[in-house]
């Protein structure tokens, strides 16, 4: 049964591969791309699709501009992780045609347009800041119906923040979403630090890949020389953690990882703890189970699946 996703990101090196992993599924329709201000400001998240599609030959795919900061914030970016283009890499730049534009409809209309007219329930798979699928949410509240589950990646369960010591990028930029989200009732599943540094990209996995010999998985590899740089900085390794594909690769084989239904809640306002994801993983609040929290990958099927699909696109 092919899933329906509404794509929503902040392209950025990994959410690169996220959509690059979906767009050579077949067991996935992409209804859309929504693009949010995060990894980047909303001008570059936007190209940066666009650039993506381009590359591997998806055109067909339409792209739509978002939000362009978090609900109550200022945007917040992360251009010392993914350079000042949010997608900066080596090699030959990627020519978009003139034609292949952002849609006019913003993002968050049709999102719940979207939501409300299809004759069967959508996935919604945000990578970036929670903002669109909030903003959705609070446009129109019965679009809730609709929504098979909210797969996103964000948060940090029982690991430490990559943004702040206790807040994990995503849900740092826009805590107040991630709480809208994280109230909603909708089937919620959390891949967040926990899980996603279990799924390394590293010199031996840029070459595997090549061995697709397609210009899909060389361009995979440029990205990923250059994402490496600020892990090897901040981190002293190269492993590099694939986050946003660890979405994608849930909804083709959910086997890759496991978790726990727990409750989680999101800091908003403290200045040292903004963006912490309040994992309650032994139940001692008592509060009700809101989210399925992954905590383990097996990250060598991850990297077998990825190599299949990237070695399915041009
Ligand atoms: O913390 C990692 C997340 O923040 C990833 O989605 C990355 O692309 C950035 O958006
Ligand atoms: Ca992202």
Redesign the pocket.
Known sequence: MTKKIILD???????AVAIMLAASSKEIDILGITCVG??SGLNNTVNNALKVCTLIERTDIKVYSGANKPIHYELFT?EY??GKTGLDKKGDPIIVDTNYKPQEKHAIDFIVETCKSSTEKIYLCP???LTNIALSLKKDPSIKENIKEIVF??GAAMCLG??TPSA???IY?DPHAANIVLESGIPLTMMG?DV?HQVNVNSKIIKSMNENKNKSSKFFGELMEFYTIFHKELYETEET?L??PCVIAYLLDPSIFSGKEVNVRVEENSELTRGETVVDWLGVTKRPVNCFVMNEANDEKFFQLLKAKLSLLP
């Open positions: 990101c902040d392209p950025g090196h990994d959410d995060g990894n992360a992780v993914h990578t970036g800041p990646m964000g990559n943004t994990e990028f995503n930029v630090l996603t953690p986050h946003d």
